[in-house]
């Protein structure tokens, strides 16, 4: 059972990258899914998740109008869209399951039970 991160890189202020989260060994369209960041010194902190559906997504403040997050079930990968990223974003990047039992999602650490190893994204000019 894993989680595997891509799509991370070097871009300028500005730029787009698009982060993927690939499952094996079993399947994601079980769980809802979160992305989380910790840039160097700080917590790591809830960026977006979708639902199991993908009918609900969230996003906190400071990605809002920039991050889209959505999943592919029949590909069992979510992906994580960045757009007019600031230097701010930089971090790594981990995706995360839940518990598998909720109709909606969340971005709190400590609910989460599966976990990637992240995936470096890096905004400098």
């Known amino acids: 059972v894993s989680l595997v991160e891509s799509g991370g890189g070097l871009v300028q202020p500005g730029g787009s990258l698009r982060l993927s989260c690939a499952a094996s060994?079993?399947?994601?369209?079980?769980?809802?899914i979160g992305w989380f960041r910790q840039a160097p010194g700080k917590e790591r902190e809830g960026v977006s998740c979708?639902?199991?559906?993908?009918?609900?997504?969230y996003y906190v403040d400071s990605v809002k109008g920039r991050f889209t997050i959505s999943r592919d079930n029949a590909k069992n990968t979510v992906y994580l869209q960045m757009n007019s990223l600031k230097p701010g974003d930089t971090a790594v990047y981990y995706c995360?399951?839940?518990?598998?039992?909720?109709?909606?999602?969340?971005?709190?650490?400590?609910?989460?039970?599966?976990w990637g190893k992240g995936t470096q994204v890096t905004v400098s000019s």
């Open positions: 995360a399951t839940d518990k598998g039992t909720s109709r909606g999602c969340t971005i709190t650490p400590r609910a989460m039970v599966y």
């Open positions: 979708i639902s199991r559906s993908g009918g609900s997504t």
């Open positions: 060994g079993f399947t994601l369209d079980y769980y809802a």
